[in-house]
């Protein structure tokens, strides 16, 4: 999916070939934000928004602070092995304990969600009666795990047991990947000839026109999505492959487009192809929410939709060589999270993060969640992680701050990066948060919880439960401090807390609880007097 060091090469090389000047659309740009040095960005935390949420539950009047929300992701890439499982021949438990690893390793740096890659290229890291078991797992197309395990079911149960999101990660549209080696007789390329073609580097590509392939992708998400407690579908930015991997000739589609021209179709072939896409992403979207509405449907195309867009970005073009209008699918609320892969330094001329954000942050018309892609492995600065703390930072300045959020390419620049992950935690990322709230999606309101209340010693044991505990993602413990409020965020399996009667010389005289659903909504709240 992301620039690893091959993609990177190709996309350097794909831009000076496609350096064009045309007018950009006009739009009004915030002020340019003031970004930290880097003797701050490991010390220096955002600055707080102070807003009080107005509660009255059991005739009391509260001032609760307001939770604090954000959506913080990142992608485990597990094509070619580049994130996970570090080698295709490892065992199942060092598999695990690999797992287990990345999972610690975000929450403690107060990551929410994971972006894990399930399908690859038309292979599974999940039991699938659909498409062969991929070969980063084991070494062989089609071989599971041994001992067996599905490594997704133990994903979503690890990523929840730390009140983290799991998101699966699929490629729509790629086939086979040269570094799955040699195509075996379980290979879909094998199984499914008839609408894959083979590209002039040697991958192997559905054809996205074609109504065989579109089916079979809508059958494998919705799959994924009944079987499996997902918090949402994800894609990247391959819908027809970079031009580059078919040697910079067209995409081989010829038998789709000729069978289209001679049933009398009118479009251009590139409005054509761009109508496959679009219609299949309006598809997969009202698909998902048909199984379970409360899965979110999010993409993170390439960052640049047209060169020129805005003024001054000069680039590839996902709109003319991806045939992916990724704009339009925005503007029409076809997703309910858009993260285009803004890869780009703060101080880039011809593609400018903050130039590109504001962008893109006004084509959101109707207001969904705008989570900017980011290069936290290989940002071109001399310092990845100020560069990445002072993105956040303009992201922060940018976004509406409901709908705050980033996902980073990939875990690597954590796991491989102590600074980076030192300066999150620091920074943007001191406090714990839940995910923003999505109004769009219907939900059903969650029931009051109950609580109750144990002194032990100098210390009151807080036990929980509700009624409805299944639409239960999160739980929220307020406690006071004389006049001070302060807050907890529990998984959903944690159902009691121990709280200190005195904190700081002031004795906690309130406890108060909210519950939190899958969507970010919050319970009315149960209020206990001490």
């Known amino acids: 999916m992301k620039l690893n060091n091959y993609k990177y090469l190709v996309f350097a090389v794909f831009f000076s070939f496609s350096l064009v000047s045309c007018v950009g659309q006009q739009y009004h740009k915030p002020a340019k934000v003031t970004v930290v040095k880097k003797s701050e960005s490991n010390s220096t935390p955002f600055p707080s928004q102070p807003s009080s949420n107005q509660t009255n539950t059991n005739n009391l009047n509260l001032n609760l602070p307001e939770i604090n929300r954000e959506f913080r992701a990142a992608w485990v890439a597990t ?24 999972l610690d390793l975000l929450h403690n740096a107060n990551f929410n969600a994971v972006i894990f890659q399930v399908r690859p290229s038309a292979d599974a890291l999940y039991k699938s009666s659909l498409e062969p078991w991929s070969c980063y797992l084991t070494g062989e197309t089609g071989k599971c795990p041994v001992p067996f395990y599905d490594p997704l079911e133990f994903w979503i149960d690890e990523a929840h047991k730390r009140g983290m999101e799991l998101h699966v990660w699929l490629n729509p549209y790629r086939a086979h990947h040269l570094s799955a080696g040699s195509v075996n007789s379980e290979s879909m390329v094998r ?29 494998v998400v919705k799959d994924i999505v009944s079987r499996y407690d997902i918090d949402g579908v994800h894609f990247d930015d391959y819908f027809y ?3 580059s991997y078919n040697g910079g000739a067209d995409f081989p589609d010829y038998e789709s487009w000729n069978n289209y021209k001679n049933n009398n179709g009118t479009l251009s072939k590139a409005d054509w192809r761009r109508d496959h896409v679009n219609k299949f992403i309006e598809r997969i979207n009202k698909e998902i929410k048909q199984t379970k509405p409360y899965v979110k449907f999010g993409i993170s195309p390439f960052g640049i939709w047209k060169s020129g867009y805005p003024a ?15 704009k339009l699918w ?10 285009p892969q803004l890869y780009w330094p703060i101080n880039s001329k011809r593609q400018n993060f903050q130039d590109l954000l504001e962008w893109w942050q006004s084509e959101n018309t109707l207001n969904r969640h705008l989570w900017p892609g980011l290069n936290t492995v290989e940002v071109n600065v001399p310092n990845k992680a100020t560069e990445i703390v002072n ?33 999150l935690k620091n920074g943007p990322y001191k406090q714990k948060a ?34 409805n505990s299944n639409n239960v993602f999160q739980w929220v413990l ?53």
């Open 478 to 530: 307020y406690s006071k401090y004389g006049n001070t409020w302060h807050y907890d965020i529990y998984p959903k399996q944690q159902t009691n807390a121990t709280v200190p009667l005195i904190k700081n010389n002031e004795n906690c005289t309130t406890l108060v609880l909210k519950a939190i659903d899958r969507l970010g909504n919050e319970s009315q709240a149960v209020v206990k007097k001490i």
């Open 191 to 219: 199984k499914s000839p008839s609408n894959i073609v083979k590209l002039k580097n040697g991958m192997y590509w559905f054809d996205p026109a074609s109504s065989k392939t579109q089916n079979h992708v809508s059958d």
């Open 330 to 339: 925005l503007n029409k609320g076809w997703i309910d999270y858009f993260s």
């Open 391 to 423: 993105q956040l930072k303009i992201a922060q300045n940018v976004l509406n701050k409901n709908n705050l959020g980033a996902i980073h390419y990939s875990v690597a620049g954590l796991t491989n990066n102590s600074e980076m992950t030192t300066a």
């Open 434 to 467: 839940i995910i923003p709230m999505c109004p769009w999606l219907k939900s059903t309101p969650l029931n009051t919880p109950n609580l109750q209340l144990q002194h032990i010693s100098n210390n009151v044991v807080a036990q929980w439960s509700t009624t």
């Open 79 to 102: 094509v070619a092995n580049i994130n996970w499982p570090s080698r295709k021949n490892l065992s199942t438990e060092d598999q695990k304990q690999e797992a287990l690893k990345i």
């Open 312 to 326: 001054g970005v000069v680039g590839s073009s996902q709109f003319d060589e991806l045939f992916a209008d990724a």
């Open 241 to 243: 492959p970079y031009p």
